[in-house]
């Protein structure tokens, strides 16, 4: 049981991590977490408490993950919006 509470714990502190709060997962981290994860619920052999605390976990790691991916999107609608031309532009 203690295992639920930390993984819960530690998916409260990292709900906000594209904000910039110090101590958060980047993308890359929530990512790679999660094919860590999937991979352990693909591979059975988890009591049903764990695999239970193991989907928690994947669902917030995916929440991390998809709130990064909008942000992303955000910051690229506005520099396009910004500049007409960055749309064709080769970098």
Avoid: K
């Avoid at 989907?55 to 919006?81: F, K, P, Q």
């Amino acid at each position: 049981m203690a295992e639920t509470t930390e993984t819960t714990d530690a998916t409260t502190e990292t709900a906000e991590a594209p904000a910039g709060e110090q101590g958060s997962l980047g993308y890359e981290q929530a990512r790679d977490e999660l094919i860590q994860v999937v991979r352990r619920l693909e591979a059975g052999g988890a009591t049903l408490e764990e695999s239970l605390a193991l989907w928690e976990r994947g669902e917030e790691l995916a929440r991390i993950c998809r709130r990064w991916l909008e942000g992303a999107r955000e910051r690229l609608d506005a520099a396009l919006a910004g500049d007409p031309e960055a749309e064709g532009a080769p970098r």
